[in-house]
T-cell receptor, first 115, second 115 residues
């Protein structure tokens, strides 16, 4: 079975400061990992994905994440927060060997950005 | 707009009524997924189709729920005899399986409120 734990349900940062959203996964195989963002009244949007290539993954809007197998972590970072980054972020795992490739979501982290 | 669309965006119903939601995936995508997201939680997998075949169903999908994808294009999700616990956001996603990476594109969701 696979699972995802997002260690913080809420993160608050000031505009222009770094962002760190933490994610740990549990999996018995080499998973595919994703970060999705959900803005109010909008659909989930893919930020970035890890698929067993480079361990440091760059995504849209300046976000990046590093896959650390030894720590079973896939934390999301951004050097400088912008007001428009305020949203709900989901860490997601998928088993590439499962025919359906269903996604298993973490509980989400709400990012608040203060001016 | 060539993204995933869902209709309606909002549905308010009384307990015991039947409701049906529609999802139109990205046209060339052969896979279609349904997820349910309750308030403050991450989405949870319900079921998925490859073309017109429904290949897997979650234990969350009780016998009051039925999903179809009759021609391998749009899909419908019906809930019979709705209960207050069915109140949630119902998300549809589609993908085209390439290699082992399964990037799913999400629609805006249908928010169901059962009174």
């Amino acid at each position: 079975a696979q699972s995802v734990t997002q260690l913080d349900s809420h993160v608050s940062v000031s505009e222009g400061t770094p962002v760190l959203l933490r994610c740990n996964y549990s999996s018995s195989y080499s998973p595919s990992l994703f970060w999705y963002v959900q803005h109010p009244n909008k659909g989930l949007q893919l930020l970035l994905k890890y698929t067993s290539a480079a361990t440091l993954v760059k995504g849209i809007n300046g976000f990046e994440a590093e896959f650390k197998k030894s720590e079973t972590s896939f934390h999301l970072t951004k050097p400088s927060a912008h007001m428009s980054d305020a949203a709900e972020y989901f860490c997601v795992v998928s088993d590439p060997n499962n025919a359906g490739n269903m996604l298993t979501f973490g509980g989400g982290t709400r990012l608040m950005v203060k001016p | 707009d060539t993204g995933v669309s869902q209709d309606p965006r909002h549905k308010i119903t009384k307990r015991g009524q039947n409701v049906t939601f529609r999802c139109d995936p990205i046209s060339e995508h052969n896979r279609l997924y349904w997820y349910r997201q309750t308030l403050g939680q991450g989405p949870e997998f319900l079921t998925y189709f490859q073309n017109e075949a429904q290949l897997e169903k979650s234990r969350l999908l009780s016998d009051r729920f039925s999903a179809e994808r009759p021609k391998g294009s749009f899909s419908t999700l019906e809930i019979q005899r709705t209960e207050q616990g069915d109140s949630a956001m119902y998300l549809c996603a589609s993908s085209f399986r390439q290699g082992v990476v399964n990037e799913q594109f999400f629609g805006p969701g249908t928010r169901l409120t059962v009174l």
